[in-house]
């Protein structure tokens, strides 16, 4: 399968060039290539920032769309976007993520799709995180964010830029292998979103996932094991 062969003829590796087609390619593999499971279905988006992916997932054909954004001035920021007509169908929502899923699997709140935007970095209990989506009873969870690349079931200490200036404090960031144990010992079905899908010539803006080191941006479904 190959993706937007032709999608960068011309770029000349600008910034804002190299957002659009890192935007264009995340559409491609964590919306588009799902659009069958949006459509029609209740999504709930943790890690909403601005509001920006939830007019994505509406447009998409999600019924209605839950965005969890813990920085309020994002949240502001979705209130200044333009209404395409899709504004209706959102509903975000200022709020601590796990405090916000929790509150909603309390009230017996059910989810189609949920989708976590860097969110597991510095969580430290996976499963109970993932005890609190299954609550939700999510027939679809995609994710995508910052993991140590190792497969061993570990977490690393990560140190953010603003703790090197004195601001800020470390945390720890789960493994690849930490993801993949806490999901099968939990009951899903976990598959790696594969990122090599995209030729080479149309990966500018997107060297995190194609790391290295130590870490790397990578992106996963889940699907509960005994869905009907």
């Known amino acids: 399968m190959a993706v937007m062969e032709n999608g960068v003829a011309g770029f000349m590796g600008d910034g804002l060039t190299m957002m659009a087609n890192r935007t264009q390619a995340r559409h491609a593999l964590l919306v588009d ?19 920006a992916w ?10 209605q769309v839950v965005g969890i954004e813990k920085n309020a001035d ?10 395409v007509g899709l504004r209706e169908r959102i509903d975000m929502r200022c709020a601590d993520p796990i405090e916000e899923l929790r509150s909603e699997a309390e009230a017996g709140r059910q989810y189609d799709v949920i989708i976590l935007f860097d969110v597991l970095d510095g969580i430290t209990d996976l499963y109970q995180f993932f005890n609190l989506l299954i609550q939700l009873k999510p027939r679809l969870v995609i994710a995508d964010g910052l993991f140590g690349s190792s497969e061993d079931a ?16 470390p ?11 806490v999901a099968y010992d939990m009951g899903f079905d976990l598959d790696w979103i594969d990122w090599n899908v995209l030729d080479e010539d149309v990966r500018l803006g997107l060297s995190d996932y194609y790391a290295d080191g130590t870490k790397l941006r990578a992106s996963f479904t889940l699907i509960p094991e005994d869905i009907d």
């Open 33 to 51: 290539a799902f659009r069958h499971a949006i459509a029609d279905s209740t999504v709930m988006l943790v890690g909403a920032e601005d509001g």
């Open 54 to 63: 939830c007019y994505a997932l509406a447009a998409a054909g999600g019924l």
């Open 74 to 83: 994002q949240v502001d920021r979705f209130m200044r976007l333009p209404d």
């Open 154 to 169: 570990v977490f690393m200490i990560e140190r953010p830029r603003e703790a090197l200036a004195g601001n800020g404090y």
């Open 171 to 181: 945390y720890l960031l789960p493994s690849r292998g930490a993801v993949a144990m």
